[in-house]
T-cell receptor, first 113, second 115 residues
């Protein structure tokens, strides 16, 4: 157990729908990162939050948004879902803003049908 | 720009064979970190090793060893006496020490160890 908890583990939804993925970071970690792993794009960085504030943005679509709450858990919201959004979504956490390496959760597998 | 290349898409070996997974990276930074992760069929990303750019010492951990050569921008991973449980996708990755602290992952190498 990495200490980073992601729920749900699996999610199946229809095109056009909206889903929310949840992540609880490791105890004491203030940074949360989201990654997407798809067959065609590989592992891609989406976004980073540190202590509630957005710190860095990667290849995140406008249909996607995220936030980090005061208790440090984070949610990734995916809307107007398309078939191509089917992927494994990973959350990771680290203690600081600039830790060199962090702990990944076990991922949420999203299937859009 | 940073880039990590894992040219081997898939490798198959027979149990007990040694296997080397190649990783070549590109970066203009002088300081950076390199990583290897294992992704078994269950899907999670398992951390294997982190190496900073100033530490070119090779490392051995049980059946695993890593060879970091800055001169050739390579960070290769060798599994000695492979086992079926080693079957997984292995990712090499790089993190910069400035700017956005995101991983730049290679495309992964799928290792199949046959009994």
């Amino acid at each position: 157990d990495s200490g980073v908890t992601q729920t749900p583990k699996h999610l199946i939804t229809a095109t056009g729908q909206r889903v929310t993925l949840r992540c609880s970071p490791r105890s004491g970690d203030l940074s949360v990162y989201w990654y997407q792993q798809s067959l065609d794009q590989g592992l891609q960085f989406l976004i980073q939050y540190y202590n509630g504030e957005e710190r860095a943005k990667g290849n995140i679509l406008e249909r996607f948004s995220a936030q980090q709450f005061p208790d440090l858990h984070s949610e990734l919201n995916l809307s107007s879902l398309e078939l191509g959004d089917s992927a494994l979504y990973f959350c990771a956490s680290s203690e600081g803003i600039s830790n060199y390496g962090y702990t990944f959760g076990s991922g949420t597998r999203l299937t859009v049908v | 720009a940073q880039k990590v290349t894992q040219a081997q898409t898939e490798i198959s070996v027979v149990e007990k064979e040694d296997v080397t997974l190649d990783c070549v990276y590109e970066t203009r930074d002088t300081t950076y970190y390199l990583f290897w992760y294992k992704q078994p069929p269950s899907g999670e990303l398992v951390f294997l090793i982190r190496r900073n750019s100033f530490d070119e010492q090779n490392e051995i951990s049980g059946r695993y060893s890593w060879n970091f050569q800055k001169s050739t921008s390579s960070f290769n991973f060798t599994i000695t006496a492979s086992q079926v449980v080693d079957s997984a996708v292995y990712f090499c990755a790089l993190i910069r020490t400035s700017g956005t602290y995101k991983y730049i992952f290679g495309t992964g190498t799928r290792l199949k160890v046959l009994a």
